[in-house]
């Protein structure tokens, strides 16, 4: 798959590292840091991904879109290399994506249904803060 701004590493037969290919130009600060929020559907094809350029354009979608208030816990650390991630699953990841997260899939498709749609969000996001 030609992919312009992900790309992946495999770890084993169904585990994959997904991660960007060149910095994110967004966020000043650390180039590469941003929100991806990850929804499991109750059908596959209901799995939803949003992209944030930082933890607070997540916490206003959050809270104009449900009226939730969600806060970031900044005292945890997750290795996300050396912890797997089984997709698809629901949460808010922020991270640096040049190093990538590790996901374990049950299906074939899914790695490449992950990726085309990393690849539409990400795209949209970068259009969204320099259109």
Known sequence: MNLKYWYTEKIDSDTYRVALKKPAPFNPTDSNKFVIYFQKGFLPIFNQILIFRDRNAAADYFF????????????????????????????????????????????????????????????????????
């Open 64 to 131: 104009y879109k449900y009226k939730e208030i969600i806060t970031f816990e900044d005292d945890i650390e997750i290795s996300f290399n050396d912890n797997i991630f089984r997709y698809p699953f629901t949460g808010l990841v922020e991270d640096n994506f040049s190093k990538g997260i590790t996901f374990k899939f049950s299906k074939k498709d899914q790695l490449n249904k992950l990726l085309l749609s990393l690849e539409k969000k990400y795209e949209r996001l970068l259009y969204r803060n320099y259109a």
